[in-house]
Structure formats: structure tokens, C-alpha cells
């Protein structure tokens, strides 16, 4: 897993490097990062780096003396630069010096600046740094909207300008970077806003050994290969684990369907299904066990509840009998509304017995009975502790919050998954492995990764259905055993 850590935590560990670090040598290492991957951009998008033309948005601190250091060096490689400057009065001396002496020019923001803007072939963006909150202002807007207006790439230097480095939250106007070069951890901002930070390339400056615990992790392939059950010559059905849905009725049999299909193609184990949609289940999935009631269901290792049982008093009993069961259980979608309607029901559940609540935003804010607001981490991390449970919150970047308070968070490579039903898959997915014997906060983690995947593969450029991204689990799992991680060791 990769760490993620708050910009407190950064900003303390760079305090204790500097200390022990010749002045300005952690700049020149931030500087040359910004450098070769705004070379690297120009190869993309243009074909070559010599005699392109790069614009620097430069505000006060050291984020636009990164960038002035950066343009530096690009005018040694032959680079056009020029640095617009937001804030002339506290332009960083050092790095201005730098770029006017490899013969770079420096205007300020106005109608030169604009000029600059018509003919950029890549915009440099070191407005403002980890210590800014809230969105641009003054103006820097109206030549962030030029940016946009041309379509020029944007490179931003450590996060996009007017992004809440600790949420991921834009208030208004900031930067949209089809790029961000971050220095020596990731931050919130890079896997909660990947919209506005593009494809994040990291950079390491030497602040592993002074970072401490992080704030949260982001999954990876590697994770989530090493989780997944895959049978071993000794397995049976039984060994593998036996998955008990419960879900679906005679409104909704479909989400019965999803939820029991993706738990058959996620393990190679057992499954048994209960509930009003059991003809529907047969007749799409003969090897499930299917019967009408969950008394009837027998033995298993695990529970899923809740995808398109509604919310009458069956369902209500149906809930409060899983949650007595004595084993794991994924709580999801209709049921997760009734235990916020109807939330006595969790006195039903065994003191110490796994529980995985899998709100999305709407039906989280029924169960916590709160607005979800910006910070979605603290959020989900109250709620965890709250109801001693791992809680997944659905959303283009999946939370998973265990009750001691750790975090992981999955970083999708589209957002396919934004289609009905694609819920009830991932329920099914993750009471697989939750029979198998998964840990529950890891298991739901897992599950979040791979069915993004699977969403990826079955998309191909194109929207999907979640029977599609039910039908491409297997393709996913191989997919990420598949991969080894390349990414450098910053936790």
C-alpha cells in the first residue's frame, strides 16, 4: 500500500530535513523533478522539448520557486519560458534570479501575460502551495480561465492551485492540471481529487524516514492480489467459503442476480442464496443454492444483505436475523436504509462479529443522519468508530474506514461504475471474501480495486452495464495478480 499524509505531516517532516539539508538543495531536488516531467509533457503532447514555449504561473513562496527553478532548467534544454508573475512583490529572489540568468523572461499578469498564454505549449502551475485554502482568487482566474479556454496542458507543482490539499475540495475557481508533480509523499489531494490533479507523477526529495504514520493508504494492485482467495490443492467449496445472500424481491429479483453472480465469480467456494427472487437466481446461476427464506438457507460463512430487499417489515426481520447469524456481514443498500430508520436493529448482531456497511453519499447521510461534507475521511472514520464496523463509502474514490480508524482509499482509472446496479456487485464481491476468511476493512478494500477494474476492462472506452462489470471479475483478478507495483517506497 502507498501512504498518504496530511499536509501538517509533510510540512513537519520537510521542517526536520531542511534542518539537516544545505539550503536550498530540497528546492533544486522538487525543481528538477518539475523539470524533467515538463520535458517529458512536451515530448507527449508536442513531439519534442526544444524550442517549445513553457509559461510559469508564479505566486508568492516556494511553490513558484519551484517553478522559477524549473524554468531554469528548461531554458538550458532549449525551452522557451516565460514566468508570469501573481505576486511581484514576494516572487521568490532566488528562483527569479535563476530563470532571468538562463536568459527565461518574467512578465506580470496582464496583457503580456495573455500573449504568453495564446502561444504556451505548456503551462507550469506554481500559484500556491500546501498551505493555501480555498479557491483563486484575483488574477490568477481569469488567466486560469485563458488555460482552459485554450485547452494549453497544465502541470501543476505539488497540487493543483485553489484545491484543498486535505480534502480535495474545490470551492470555486482552480486549477484543472493534466498533471501533478508531487514531492516526497502523496498528499489527500492526489487520490481524493484525481479530476483536478490529473495523472500524479511523484518525486523523491528524502522525506521517507521523516514522516511517521500515514493518514490514510491507497491501495494498490499488489494489495488486492495478495488478498484474494485463490484455491490451494488441499480446497474445497466448503474451505473456500460459503456466501449467503440475502436480497432482491419480487420488484427488484435483478439486484438478487448481481449480488449473488459476482460472489460466485469472486471465489471458487459456495453459494447460498435466500430470498423472494430465488427462481430469478436459479435460472441465471444453477450452481447457487437457492431458497425462499434465510431460515432455510443452511450453514454459511458469511451474510450480504440488502440490495433490492426494500424496506418492508420482512426485510426488516430478514436484516435483523443476518445480523444474529454469528458470522460476517456486508450490510447494502436497502438495508443499510433500514438500520437508519430502524437502528436497534444492530442490537441483534454479536458483540465482536465483523460488520461492512457500504453506503453511497445519500444513504450515508441517512445512517449518521449528518451532511456529508467536504472532509469525506473524517467522515467515514466517525462512522466506523461509531458503529464499531468497517465502513465503504461509495464514490469515484472509494473510502474504507475500519473502527480503530484506519483508512484506505481506491483510485479508479474511470468512472464506468457511475451506472445502476454496479453496488450490488460489489456487495457480492465482498461477501466472498468475507466468507473466505478476508479481513473485513483489507476484504472491502479489495474488492473496491478489483471492481474498478473489472468496471475498466468490460468498458473499454465505452459505458457499461454492471452485468458487464459482473461478467469481467474474473478478467480483473487475473489482471491484478498480474501486476507487480513500481511504486517507490515512500511508506
Request: proline share 5%.
Amino acid at each position: 500500500m502507498r501512504g498518504v499524509w496530511t499536509t501538517e505531516q509533510v510540512r513537519a517532516a520537510e521542517e526536520r530535513l531542511l534542518a539537516r539539508t544545505r539550503e536550498g538543495e530540497l528546492m533544486r531536488r522538487a525543481a528538477f523533478g518539475v523539470s524533467v516531467h515538463a520535458a517529458r509533457m512536451l515530448t507527449e503532447h508536442t513531439g519534442q522539448v526544444a524550442a517549445r514555449h513553457v509559461v510559469l504561473l508564479v505566486g508568492a513562496g516556494n511553490n513558484g520557486g519551484d517553478a522559477l527553478w524549473a524554468g531554469a532548467l528548461l531554458r538550458k534544454r532549449g525551452v522557451r519560458v516565460t514566468a508570469v508573475l501573481l505576486a511581484e512583490q514576494r516572487t521568490h529572489p532566488e528562483g527569479l534570479a535563476a530563470l532571468r540568468s538562463a536568459g527565461g523572461r518574467a512578465v506580470s499578469a496582464g496583457e503580456q501575460a495573455f500573449a504568453a498564454l495564446a502561444s504556451a505549449d505548456l503551462v507550469v502551475d506554481g500559484i500556491v502551495g500546501l498551505s493555501a485554502r480555498g479557491a483563486l482568487r484575483g488574477p490568477a482566474v481569469p488567466l486560469i480561465d485563458e488555460v482552459d479556454a485554450n485547452a494549453v496542458p497544465v502541470l501543476a507543482v505539488d497540487m493543483p492551485s485553489g484545491v484543498d490539499p486535505d480534502t480535495g475540495e474545490v470551492a470555486g475557481p482552480a486549477v484543472r492540471a493534466a498533471a501533478t508533480v508531487t514531492f516526497g509523499a502523496l498528499k489527500p489531494v492526489h487520490v481524493l481529487n484525481t479530476a483536478y490533479c490529473g495523472e500524479v507523477r511523484y518525486v523523491d526529495i528524502g522525506l521517507a524516514g521523516e514522516l511517521g504514520e500515514p493518514e490514510l493508504w491507497r491501495i494498490d494492485s499488489v494489495d488486492a492480489a495478495a488478498a484474494w482467495p485463490i484455491p490451494q490443492q488441499a480446497d474445497d467449496k466448503y474451505t473456500q467459503g460459503v456466501t449467503g445472500i440475502a436480497a432482491g424481491s419480487s420488484a427488484y429479483p435483478g439486484a438478487a442476480v448481481l449480488a449473488t453472480g459476482a460472489a460466485v465469480r469472486s471465489t471458487a467456494g459456495m453459494v447460498r442464496f435466500a430470498g423472494l427472487a430465488a427462481d430469478a437466481v436459479r435460472a441465471r446461476w444453477p450452481e447457487v443454492i437457492a431458497t425462499g427464506a434465510v431460515s432455510d438457507a443452511g450453514r454459511v460463512q458469511s451474510w450480504v444483505v440488502g440490495p433490492g430487499l426494500g424496506t418492508a417489515t420482512d426485510a426488516r426481520e430478514t436484516l435483523r436475523t443476518v445480523l444474529g447469524a454469528g458470522v460476517p456481514v456486508c450490510v447494502d443498500a436497502d438495508a443499510v436504509n433500514l438500520l437508519a430508520t430502524f437502528p436497534e436493529l444492530l442490537d441483534a448482531r454479536e458483540p465482536g462479529t465483523p460488520l461492512v456497511l457500504t453506503p453511497h453519499a445519500r444513504e450515508f447521510e441517512r445512517l449518521v443522519g449528518a451532511r456529508l461534507d467536504a472532509d469525506r475521511v473524517a467522515a467515514v472514520r466517525s462512522a466506523a468508530a461509531r458503529f464499531d464496523a468497517v465502513v465503504l463509502l461509495k464514490g469515484h474514490n472509494t473510502l474504507v474506514a475500519e473502527p480503530g480508524g484506519a483508512v484506505l482509499v481506491t483510485v479508479p482509472p474511470g468512472s464506468w461504475l457511475a451506472t445502476a446496479g454496479s453496488g450490488d456487485v460489489l456487495s457480492g464481491m465482498i461477501g466472498a471474501l468475507l466468507a473466505a476468511g478476508v479481513e473485513p476493512w483489507l476484504a472491502a478494500g479489495a474488492c473496491a480495486y478489483v471492481h474498478a477494474e473489472a468496471a475498466e476492462i468490460a468498458a473499454l472506452g465505452a459505458p457499461v452495464a454492471a452485468s458487464d462489470v459482473l461478467a469481467a471479475i474474473p478478467e480483473a483478478v487475473r489482471s491484478v495478480r498480474a501486476v507487480t507495483s513500481d511504486a517507490p517506497p515512500t511508506d
